[in-house]
């Protein structure tokens, strides 16, 4: 019996018993690092809804289409009562000649609770002209040049500010609320137009200040479009399918160009009906907010496991070297120690920033894992060492969050150099738990 006892003390303290046990102690404290994540997921949604209300009042992200002209046609079909014909009716539409887009979007900080959001207001001014002539290639019975109408299709009607006046050749034309055609547009203004073929070109020119949030994107339909959008935001993020020619971004802000002719396009300058879409080669920007906390705290929480388990290991080892006993209880606090730092980061990004929340928060959870295992181990050194390891995976961590293209190599090369690192340890270890 007394053999048997040795037997399972000696069991007890090999290395892969600790290992399993650290193991299993991970394993459980994947539990209450999800539950931190659900927090973190929660908080986002939280701000997710809070962006909406804010959207919903001020207005989204806008797509503008403008202007585009529209003449009715008819075609007429013969029923099957003798003597009577039926009327349908199909929008000629028309697209400008030229377009210059020039505006300057100012954008807005607004608050709701601890939350942040970019808004802006954009002053736009559209210019160019249509050349339109009774030389089109396209097949109708009656076209009525005196019912003509302009259109400027807007993703989002809540964010016109003021009133919207178009010149048209030498003539003010105010506007009508909603299109009056959807083949192309599902909401904007339309505009009525004096009667056609007076002349062969018409020149016009709309002055529009437009609110939204996010975007400002805009669809090149003129046969030239030239767009020249100006901001003070420092953080342009362009999209679509257009990139501009050689923007200025600095730290007052940015200035971009694009030049798109009717050849980068799938669609002509007229047509009927619902033949072509015009919404496949938006382009523009967003205002980005470089600042999404609660993203940067999520990814951090992804390597918990990480951190939570090389810390346990170190502790391991000192116990296994020094012959330092650590209860099971001390193994379990320093891991939710290492837990909390993540709920703690993203209580304090909400209102100082991630960057001092991590500082702050690492700088915490550090000193107290420090003072705690040197009340557990009562060795100065073997805390220092401690304090170091922690500095250094923390450290890591950070400038992994900060690394957009190369963050999964540094990760992986992190790793490895972690791995071995431990092996060498192990090895150590091991060579003295045989010599003794």
Do not use: C
């Not at 178009?166 to 105010?174: M, P, R």
Request: net charge neutral; proline share 3%.
């Amino acid at each position: 019996m007394e053999t048997l006892n040795q037997f399972e003390t000696k069991w007890h303290q090999t290395l892969t018993a600790k290992v399993l046990l650290i193991g299993a102690l991970g394993l459980l404290l994947l539990i209450p690092l999800s539950m931190v994540k659900s927090v973190i997921r929660e908080r986002q949604s939280t701000e997710a809804e809070v962006e909406r209300e804010l959207f919903d009042k001020w207005g989204g992200e806008q797509i503008i289409t403008a202007p585009i002209l529209h003449i009715p046609t008819y075609r007429y079909v013969e029923t099957e009562q003798e003597g009577k014909t039926k009327r349908y009716i199909y929008w000629l539409h028309v697209m400008p000649e030229k377009l210059n887009i020039d505006g300057v979007v100012t954008p807005e900080i607004r608050y709701r609770g601890i939350y942040k959001k970019v808004l802006y207001t954009s002053t736009l001014k559209f210019s160019g002209y249509f050349n339109i002539n009774d030389q089109l290639n396209v097949k109708f019975d009656e076209i009525d040049w005196d019912d003509a109408y302009l259109t400027i299709g807007i993703s989002d009607n809540r964010g016109i500010k003021g009133e919207v006046e178009l010149k048209w050749n030498d003539q003010l034309l105010k506007p009508e609320a909603g299109l009056i055609t959807s083949d192309l547009n599902s909401n904007g203004i339309s505009i009525k137009t004096p009667a056609l073929l007076t002349a062969t070109k018409y020149n016009f020119e709309v002055p529009l200040t437009l609110s939204g949030a996010k975007g400002l994107a805009f669809n090149p339909i003129g046969k030239i479009t030239n767009v020249n959008i100006q901001s003070p935001w420092d953080n342009p993020s362009f999209y679509g399918a257009f990139s501009p020619i050689n923007p200025q971004i600095d730290n007052e802000g940015f200035e971009a160009q694009w030049t798109v002719t009717h050849l980068n396009r799938n669609f002509p300058q007229y047509w009927l009906g619902k033949s072509h879409r015009i919404d496949e080669h938006q382009l523009g920007v967003n205002l980005y907010d470089p600042v999404n906390h609660y993203q940067k705290s999520l990814r951090s929480a992804k390597y918990g496991i990480l951190i939570i388990s090389l810390t346990l290991l170190v502790f391991l080892f000192i116990e296994l070297v020094k012959k330092k006993k650590i209860q099971f209880i001390q193994y379990l606090l320093v891991g939710l120690a290492l837990v909390l730092f993540y709920s703690v980061l993203t209580a304090l990004s909400e209102h100082i920033g991630f960057s001092w929340a991590y500082l702050v928060a690492s700088s915490v959870i550090i000193m107290l894992i420090t003072a705690y295992s040197y009340g557990m181990i009562k060795d100065k050194q073997q805390a220092l060492w401690i304090f170091i390891l922690l500095t250094v995976l923390y450290a890591f961590l950070f400038v992994l969050l900060q690394l957009n293209d190369f963050a999964f190599l540094a990760g992986n090369i992190g790793l490895l150099v972690a791995l071995g690192a431990i092996m060498n340890a192990s090895l150590k270890i091991k060579k003295q738990m045989t010599s003794k």
